[in-house]
């Protein structure tokens, strides 16, 4: 059975930073796209960000673009989310997933992703 488990969420003040993980288990996913969403309440769910196996695809939503950097570890089947510059804005529930399917190419969808972390809790005051 497929886990993923995320880390690090928490309190910060704006300007501050957060380092998200996210550490699968039941298979592994040296291949699959592994990425990072977040919803804010009464809002929809939204990509954030996400990396190829290789490391070598990245795709940034543009709002995150320069404050945040992925990174995933294979040997440890774990994917990170480096948070800097927060701004309140940032507050959400911050999910990890997995698209299996794809290889090379990043979709932003959240339909396209096949698992699916319970989320951490990021709150950034003002």
């Known amino acids: 059975q497929v886990q993923l488990v995320e880390s690090g969420g928490g309190l910060v003040q704006a300007g501050g930073s957060l380092r998200l993980s996210c550490a699968a288990s039941?298979?592994?996913?040296?291949?699959?796209?592994m990425g990072w969403f977040r919803q804010a309440p009464a809002k929809e769910r939204e990509f954030v960000a996400a990396?190829?196996?290789?490391?070598?695809?990245?795709k940034y939503a543009a709002s995150v673009e320069g404050r945040f950097t992925i990174s995933r570890d294979n040997a440890k089947n774990t994917v990170y989310l480096q948070m800097s510059s927060l701004k309140p804005e940032d507050t959400a529930v911050y999910y990890c997933?997995?698209?299996?399917?794809?290889?090379?190419?990043?979709?932003?969808?959240?339909?396209?992703?096949?698992?699916w972390g319970q989320g951490t809790q990021v709150t950034v005051s003002s």
């Open positions: 039941g298979r592994t996913f040296r291949t699959a796209i």
């Open positions: 997933a997995v698209d299996r399917d794809t290889v090379r190419y990043i979709y932003t969808a959240f339909t396209e992703y096949d698992y």
């Open positions: 990396i190829s196996g290789s490391g070598l695809i990245i």
